[in-house]
Antibody, heavy 120, light 106 residues
C-alpha cells in the first residue's frame, strides 16, 4: 500500500528557506506513470499547487512561486524534496506531498500533511 | 494564468441532489477532477477524468464537463458528504485548483 510521509522543520524564520522531504513507500518513485507533487493549504484556505517532479528530474512549478521553488528527486532513497526560499508569513501552510497520475491528470494519493509556520 | 471558479458554499437537504460547479475558459477541453476534503484530513479524489469514479467512491458521486463548466453531482446526499470540494485541471503544464466549495448538508 502506497504511503507518503512529509518530514522537515515545523517552524521556519522569515527570509529563510523552507525544506521538506517526502518519503515514498509501497511504490517506486521511478514509476513512469506518475509525477510527484507538493501542494499546500494555508490555514482555513484552499489548496495551492506548488509543483510536480518526474523521476527523471523534469519539473513543473506554479508560476506564482517559480522564482522561489526548487524540487529534487532521489531515486536511491525513494524520496523527493521541496525547497522554498525567502519565506514570509504568507507561506505558513499545511504542506502535502502527493502522487500525481499523469494519464488521469489527478492526485490519487496524499501524505498526511505537515504544518509549517513562518515566524521569528 | 488559468483560473477555476467555484461557488464558496452550497447547501443541500439530506437525500437531495447537490450540484457543485467549476468554471473556466474552455474547461470542457480539459480533464477535470474533484477532491473531497473533510476537516483535519487530506483530500481524496472522488471524480477524475471528468466522469470516472475511483474504486471505493460511492456511486452517488458523478461528474460532467462541457463548454466552460464542470459539475460535481452528489445524488441522495448524506450527512457524511458534508465537506469542502475542490475541482482541479491541468493547463499549460501547470496544475490549477478551484477555490473550493463548502457543502453543507442541512
Amino acid at each position: 500500500q502506497l504511503q507518503l510521509q512529509e518530514s522537515g522543520p515545523g517552524l521556519v524564520k522569515p527570509s529563510e528557506t523552507l525544506s521538506l522531504t517526502c518519503t515514498v513507500s509501497g511504490d517506486s518513485i521511478s514509476n513512469s506513470s506518475y509525477y510527484w507533487a507538493w501542494i499546500r493549504q494555508p490555514p482555513g484556505k484552499g489548496l495551492e499547487w506548488i509543483g510536480n517532479i518526474y523521476y527523471g528530474g523534469s519539473t513543473y512549478y506554479n508560476p506564482s512561486l517559480k522564482s522561489r521553488v526548487a524540487m529534487s528527486v532521489d531515486t536511491s532513497t525513494n524520496q523527493f524534496s521541496l525547497n522554498l526560499s525567502s519565506v514570509t508569513a504568507a507561506d505558513t501552510a499545511v504542506y502535502y506531498c502527493a502522487r500525481y497520475v499523469i494519464v488521469a491528470n489527478s492526485v490519487d494519493s496524499w501524505g498526511q500533511g505537515t504544518l509549517v509556520t513562518v515566524s521569528s | 494564468s488559468y483560473e477555476l471558479t467555484q461557488p464558496p458554499s452550497v447547501s443541500v437537504s439530506p437525500g437531495q441532489t447537490a450540484s457543485i460547479t467549476c468554471s473556466g475558459d474552455k474547461l470542457g477541453n480539459k480533464y477535470v477532477c474533484w477532491y473531497q476534503q473533510k476537516p483535519g484530513q487530506s483530500p481524496v479524489v472522488v471524480i477524475y477524468q471528468d466522469t470516472k469514479r475511483p474504486s471505493g467512491i460511492p456511486v452517488r458521486f458523478s461528474g460532467s464537463n462541457s463548454g466552460d463548466s464542470a459539475t460535481l453531482i452528489i445524488s441522495g446526499t448524506q450527512a457524511m458528504d458534508e465537506a469542502d470540494y475542490y475541482c482541479q485541471a491541468w493547463d499549460s503544464s501547470t496544475v490549477v485548483f478551484g477555490g473550493g466549495t463548502r457543502l453543507a448538508v442541512l
